[in-house]
Nanobody, 123 residues
Framework: QVQMVESGGGLVQAGGSLRLSCAAS????????VGWFRQAPGKERDFVAG????????TYADPVKGRFTISRDNAKKMVYLQMNSLKPEDTAVYYC????????????????WGQGTQVTVSS
């Protein structure tokens, strides 16, 4: 199995930037596709961005296109989410997750999840 640990969240002003990191462990990490999801209070956990196991394919949710960038470094077993031009509506707990099949927007296809890191954007 794969274990995931998120970090890098915090409190920022609107228009600012944050870089989230997801540290993975397990010998099978390179076989997994990785997605970032977020969940705001009172809302469902929604897809944000995804990356294939080789890094060759990336997918973004419409609200973050042009502002967020997902990347990975398999040698370091790390996945990143660079977030620029942050807006108050980006406020949520952000999770990284691993899928053995493909990069999808459905949380049900991701098998392993981290504990999440809080991102708060003030207006």
């Amino acid at each position: 199995q794969v274990q995931m640990v998120e970090s890098g969240g915090g409190l920022v002003q609107a228009g600012g930037s944050l870089r989230l990191s997801c540290a993975a462990s397990g010998r099978t990490f390179n076989d997994y596709h990785v997605g970032w999801f977020r969940q705001a209070p009172g809302k469902e956990r929604d897809f944000v961005a995804g990356i294939s196991r080789t890094g060759g394919t990336t997918t973004y949710a419409d609200p973050v296109k042009g502002r967020f960038t997902i990347s990975r470094d398999n040698a370091k077993k790390m996945v990143y989410l660079q977030m620029n031009s942050l807006k108050p509506e980006d406020t949520a707990v952000y999770y990284c997750a691993a899928s053995s099949l493909a990069v999808t927007t459905s949380r049900n296809t991701y098998y392993y999840w981290g504990q999440g890191t809080q991102v708060t954007v003030s207006s």
